[in-house]
């Protein structure tokens, strides 16, 4: 019962934010401080409905200037709810065309100054990192990126793909690696405390000085410290019976 009552009013919760969102975006469109707006208003109401305790240790993401390019493992669509109130300043995302014909969350995802690709033209995908990169060298706007390229609930990280890296190199900005705890299996909605969530931000890795050829070894630079540390989170992250929580 407990469960039900919690997706109703986080299924409302998602319909007052695209509302409310959509006003205030199109009253500032592409503002870069959109997305973090619209993440806090869809992540502090769900996390309180979901009954979710979120430990963040994010400080080298919050502290670090705009111009960055953030990596992050993806989990599943709750990622939405449970990550908003960690999204920093002057933050952009990428994601698939598709996501634009979502009702109201698309339009939230265009109006934050997003950037769309259409995966399925791989010469308009590539322009449109081009266009990516020379909006992290130029205009002191970060981009964040699920360098695994789907959702992966599973407990080893997939292989990541090239984008992130070569942007990041193009533009000659650091990388700043998200990590958070495993939670598929972990949470139980029908708990008044139905779990708790850890994210913690790794170190900038510089990239300035480097080049294409690098890119596989700073792939797997970061996968590993990735991997390490999201494996200590969900150590350390206390866990509830098992419950569905799906994607």
């Known amino acids: 019962m407990l469960y039900l009552l919690r997706m109703a009013l986080v299924g409302l919760n998602f319909l007052l934010t ?7 975006g199109l009253a500032r469109p592409f503002n870069p401080d959109n997305n973090r707006l619209f993440g806090r208003m869809y992540s502090h109401p769900a996390l309180r409905i979901l009954g979710l305790k979120l430990r ?11 111009g960055c390019v953030i990596i992050a493992n993806h989990q599943s669509n709750w990622d939405l709810f449970l990550l908003g109130t960690v ?5 952009a995302c990428i994601g698939k065309k598709s996501l634009k014909w979502v009702p109201l969350f698309g339009q939230l995802f265009w109006l934050g100054g997003n950037v769309l690709i259409n995966r399925q033209n791989a010469y308009q995908a590539r322009r449109s990192l081009q266009t990516t ?25 997939l292989a990541f793909k090239k984008g992130a890296f070569q942007m990041a190199i193009e533009a000659g900005v650091p990388i700043v690696p998200l990590c958070v705890s495993r939670y598929a299996g972990r949470l139980n909605f029908n708990r008044w405390r139905s779990g708790e969530l850890r994210v913690r931000s790794l170190p900038p890795i510089p990239t300035r000085g480097l080049t294409a050829k690098d890119v596989p070894e700073l792939m797997a630079r ?13 150590r350390e992250a206390p866990q509830n019976s098992p419950a569905p929580v799906r994607s």
């Open 18 to 24: 695209g509302f409310i969102g959509l006003f205030v």
């Open 56 to 66: 963040a240790e994010v400080g080298p993401l919050l502290d670090h200037p705009p």
């Open 87 to 91: 999204v920093p300043p002057r933050m």
């Open 133 to 157: 990169s020379r909006v992290l060298a130029e205009q002191n706007t970060s981009i964040w990126i699920f360098p695994e390229g789907t959702r992966n609930p599973g407990s080893t990280l």
């Open 222 to 234: 970061c996968r590993e410290q990735m991997q390490h540390c999201i494996d200590d989170l969900s």
